[in-house]
T-cell receptor
Framework: ETGVTQTPRHLVMGMTNKKSLKCEQH?????MYWYKQSAKKPLELMFV???????ENNSVPSRFSPECPNSSHLFLHLHTLQPEDSALYLC?????????????FGPGTRLLVL | GQNIDQPTEMTATEGAIVQINCTYQ??????LFWYQQHAGEAPTFLSY????GLEEKGRFSSFLSRSKGYSYLLLKELQMKDSASYLC??????????FGAGTTVTVRA
């Protein structure tokens, strides 16, 4: 238990659906992140938010849309996804962007796009 | 971008020692992290190195050589519960973390 929760844990959606992933942390952290983890591939950073402001969009397709309403919550809105978007989506948070503090990861949402 | 290499798989016997190497090329360096990830679970933090040398935490140690772009994670007195994927991650000058593909360690009785 890292203090970062994600819902849902599993999601199956069609290519025409719209869904949202939710991440929540009550650790008092100021930075939050979305990562994509595909089988046998490195974790890929998608988005970074620092004090609710997006500081990084790592060339992510527009069918993924992040939202950070406050420093405790982070959403990833999904629409018209492709089968190759099937992966584990991990949320993480850290006290700040730098320093020796690690990022704390949530358990992830396992997404399957049919 | 970053280039981080680590072996895909390693197997060792319970009670033994295993060393997982990680080499990296990065645009600026702001620290190296090691994470452990059990199947179906979140990565959990193991160690952090920003200066050259060895950091020891119980059965796990991590070493860094910035001039060589090299790190290793040393797991001692292996236990069955240590079977997991071990991720090497490097933070660049913009504080972005880039991960290796992970090393799957299997501990056999």
């Amino acid at each position: 238990e890292t203090g970062v929760t994600q819902t849902p844990r599993h999601l199956v959606m069609g290519m025409t659906n719209k869904k949202s992933l939710k991440c929540e942390q009550h650790l008092g952290h100021n930075a939050m992140y979305w990562y994509k983890q595909s089988a046998k591939k490195p974790l890929e950073l998608m988005f970074v938010y620092n004090f609710k402001e997006q500081t990084e969009n790592n060339s992510v397709p527009s069918r993924f849309s992040p939202e950070c309403p406050n420093s405790s919550h982070l959403f990833l809105h999904l629409h018209t996804l492709q089968p190759e978007d099937s992966a584990l989506y991990l949320c993480a948070s850290s006290p700040n962007l730098g320093g020796s503090e690690t990022q704390y990861f949530g358990p992830g949402t396992r997404l399957l796009v049919l | 971008g970053q280039n981080i290499d680590q072996p895909t798989e390693m197997t060792a016997t319970e009670g033994a020692i295993v060393q997982i190497n990680c080499t990296y090329q990065t645009s600026g360096f702001n620290g190296l992290f090691w994470y452990q990830q059990h199947a179906g679970e979140a990565p959990t933090f193991l160690s952090y190195n920003v200066l050259d040398g060895l950091e020891e935490k119980g059965r796990f140690s991590s070493f860094l050589s910035r001039s060589k772009g090299y790190s290793y994670l040393l797991l001692k007195e292996l236990q069955m519960k240590d079977s997991a994927s071990y991720l090497c991650a490097v933070r660049d000058r913009d504080y972005k973390l880039s991960f290796g593909a992970g090393t799957t360690v299997t501990v056999r009785a």
